[in-house]
């Protein structure tokens, strides 16, 4: 497990099966955005079963494509489709490529801010405190997908020197209750904090923990594109652009709207770069995200930041202390 120090030092350096759209509703995706106006929902994070990731959160990035309809459908009903964001993998993503320099045109900004991709951060643990009407699940460890608005919230309470403990700490971390308003027709949940006291996780919490295990919350992102999913990613995106159908004899195995049938002789993909399972979170996610927009800083810098290079598979961890080290210098820059 990574230390409070070496998150905070993570967060700080970063300052500056997507195949298949599966739409399933994932019962183990607990979906806070349901809990009514004024409601508050208490949960308790757990670290990530991935011994190499520092964060107990993965983060996902994803694209939507609007089209006006479906070719051979429905040419009228305007339809969405979600692609993985290839920077999510370190690659270079077709559609942020064209679409950075927009930024740089005042008048492609909205047309740019409409492409941005859209970030959102899995994390897993125990709902402690829950308001909504459920059936009590056999493994209780759920999976919850946080919105940039509360993920800014929990980030900003890692990074102040008053949390001692890291929040997943067994014996010493702490719950977060996500408290859910109506700002016009959003939800806004800027009430929402990390309680004031620490607690230990229960006997009945342990046992859970023992008896199901922890996930590797990176197998709930959608699998890594392969050359040829970007191009069709590629081709996609143009067709939304040019405000063209969706054409699902064409892409239909690769990626599509919720409910459109991909008609028989349409291209099957090759194998994709990883075999990870793909989490049927698609649906209620977007439904919670519906109202997100990139932020204004993100979108700033969108102009000017180059394409990520791709990760040295030898690159050596960093120890605490070095990273230590990387905020205070940075702090007195």
Same mark, same amino acid.
């Given at each position: 497990?990574?230390?409070?120090?070496? #998150?905070?030092?993570?967060?700080? !350096?970063? /300052?500056?099966?997507?195949?298949?759209?599966? +739409?399933? +509703?994932?019962?183990?995706?607990?979906?806070?955005?349901?809990?009514?106006?004024? /409601?508050?929902?208490?949960?308790?994070?757990?670290?990530?079963?991935?011994?190499?990731?520092?964060?107990?959160?993965?983060?996902?990035?994803?694209?939507?494509?609007?089209?006006?309809?479906?070719?051979?459908?429905?040419?009228?009903?305007?339809?969405?489709?979600?692609?993985?964001?290839?920077?999510?993998?370190?690659?270079?993503?077709?559609?942020?490529?064209?679409? @950075?320099?927009?930024? $740089?045109?005042?008048?492609? &900004?909205?047309?740019?801010?409409?492409?941005?991709?859209?970030?959102?951060? =899995?994390?897993?643990?125990?709902?402690?405190?829950?308001?909504?009407?459920?059936?009590?699940?056999?493994?209780?460890? @759920? @999976?919850?997908? #946080? !919105?940039?608005?509360?993920?800014?919230?929990? $980030?900003?309470?890692?990074?102040?020197?008053?949390?001692?403990?890291?929040?997943?700490?067994?014996?010493?971390?702490?719950?977060?209750?996500?408290?859910?308003?109506?700002?016009?027709?959003?939800?806004?949940?800027?009430?929402?904090?990390?309680?004031?006291?620490?607690?230990?996780?229960? &006997? /009945?919490? =342990?046992?859970?923990?023992?008896?199901?295990?922890?996930?590797?919350?990176?197998?709930?992102?959608?699998?890594?594109?392969?050359?040829?999913? *970007?191009?069709?990613?590629?081709?996609?995106?143009?067709?939304?652009?040019?405000?063209?159908?969706?054409?699902?004899?064409?892409?239909?195995?690769? *990626?599509?709207?919720?409910?459109?049938?991909?008609?028989?002789? %349409?291209?099957?993909?090759?194998?994709?770069?990883? !075999?990870?399972?793909?989490?049927?979170?698609?649906?209620?996610?977007?439904?919670?995200?519906?109202?997100?927009?990139?932020?204004?800083?993100?979108?700033?810098?969108?102009?000017?930041?180059? %394409?990520?290079?791709?990760?040295?598979?030898?690159?050596?961890?960093? !120890?605490?202390?070095?990273?230590?080290?990387? #905020? @205070?210098?940075?702090?007195?820059?």
């Amino acid at each position: 497990m990574a230390s409070l120090a070496e #998150i905070r030092a993570k967060l700080e !350096s970063m /300052e500056n099966k997507g195949g298949n759209n599966n +739409t399933t +509703t994932d019962r183990a995706l607990y979906p806070h955005w349901n809990i009514n106006d004024g /409601e508050t929902a208490s949960l308790r994070f757990l670290p990530d079963a991935n011994p190499d990731n520092v964060f107990f959160w993965v983060e996902r990035q994803m694209i939507r494509l609007p089209f006006p309809g479906v070719a051979g459908g429905d040419a009228k009903k305007p339809v969405l489709v979600q692609v993985p964001c290839g920077e999510m993998y370190d690659d270079t993503c077709p559609v942020l490529t064209e679409v @950075r320099p927009w930024f $740089k045109d005042p008048s492609l &900004e909205d047309m740019g801010r409409k492409y941005w991709k859209k970030r959102s951060y =899995l994390f897993q643990g125990f709902v402690t405190d829950n308001p909504l009407d459920e059936e009590e699940a056999e493994n209780p460890i @759920r @999976r919850f997908m #946080i !919105s940039p608005q509360i993920f800014n919230i929990i $980030k900003g309470a890692l990074m102040d020197p008053d949390m001692e403990n890291i929040p997943v700490d067994y014996v010493n971390g702490t719950d977060f209750r996500i408290t859910k308003q109506v700002s016009g027709q959003y939800a806004d949940y800027n009430t929402s904090k990390w309680a004031r006291k620490e607690r230990a996780l229960t &006997e /009945e919490e =342990l046992a859970a923990i023992d008896e199901h295990g922890l996930n590797d919350l990176s197998s709930f992102l959608p699998a890594r594109p392969t050359a040829e999913h *970007y191009e069709v990613i590629a081709a996609m995106f143009e067709a939304s652009v040019n405000g063209e159908l969706y054409d699902p004899a064409k892409w239909g195995n690769f *990626y599509k709207p919720y409910g459109v049938e991909v008609p028989a002789g %349409a291209p099957e993909p090759g194998v994709q770069a990883t !075999s990870a399972p793909v989490a049927s979170m698609e649906a209620e996610v977007t439904k919670a995200e519906k109202s997100f927009t990139a932020p204004a800083a993100e979108v700033a810098e969108a102009a000017e930041a180059p %394409a990520p290079a791709a990760a040295d598979a030898d690159d050596g961890k960093q !120890s605490a202390t070095d990273i230590l080290a990387m #905020i @205070r210098n940075r702090s007195e820059a």
